[in-house]
């Protein structure tokens, strides 16, 4: 039987960078694959980075181990003299929206089970 890759677990536009088995933890560290981000104010691309935080979202249950997310995401200088915001976050909308503590699949499946109960 041939192991799946960790890659198939994770969601597009995101890039492996280590992954821990902590206690009854599966903790993937991940980064966006992308080198540019757009503003969620004007809509320009932007490269030009200011810094970076971690953030840790919970995912779907990984061969009976919980799993989380550990997101590095980058925040970046807005170079669009007439936007308002100097620097933004960059979005990661294809694993969660903005402040979510959850992934999209996560949270679809609580909404499935508290439908179902």
Same mark, same amino acid.
């Given at each position: 039987?041939?192991?799946?890759?960790?890659?198939?677990?994770?969601?597009?536009?995101?890039?492996?960078?280590?992954?821990?088995?902590?206690?009854?933890?599966?903790?993937?560290?991940?980064?966006?694959?992308?080198?540019?981000?757009?503003?969620?104010?004007?809509?320009a691309k932007s490269g030009r980075l200011? !810094?970076?935080?971690? +953030?840790?979202? &919970?995912d779907l249950p990984l061969a009976g181990?919980?799993?989380?997310? %550990?997101?590095?995401? @980058?925040?970046?200088?807005?170079?669009?003299? !007439?936007?308002?915001? +100097?620097?933004? &976050?960059?979005?990661?909308?294809?694993?969660?929206?903005?402040?979510? %503590?959850?992934?999209? @699949?996560?949270?679809?499946?609580?909404?499935?089970?508290?439908?179902?109960?």
């Amino acid at each position: 039987m041939r192991p799946l890759p960790l890659a198939d677990f994770i969601p597009t536009g995101l890039a492996v960078d280590a992954f821990d088995v902590e206690k009854n933890e599966v903790v993937i560290c991940v980064r966006s694959a992308t080198p540019l981000a757009r503003c969620p104010a004007c809509g320009a691309k932007s490269g030009r980075l200011h !810094s970076r935080y971690q +953030r840790t979202i &919970a995912d779907l249950p990984l061969a009976g181990y919980s799993t989380s997310l %550990r997101v590095w995401v @980058r925040r970046f200088f807005c170079d669009s003299r !007439s936007c308002p915001r +100097r620097i933004f &976050a960059e979005r990661i909308e294809t694993v969660a929206p903005p402040r979510s %503590r959850r992934t999209d @699949r996560l949270e679809s499946l609580a909404h499935c089970l508290a439908i179902a109960l």
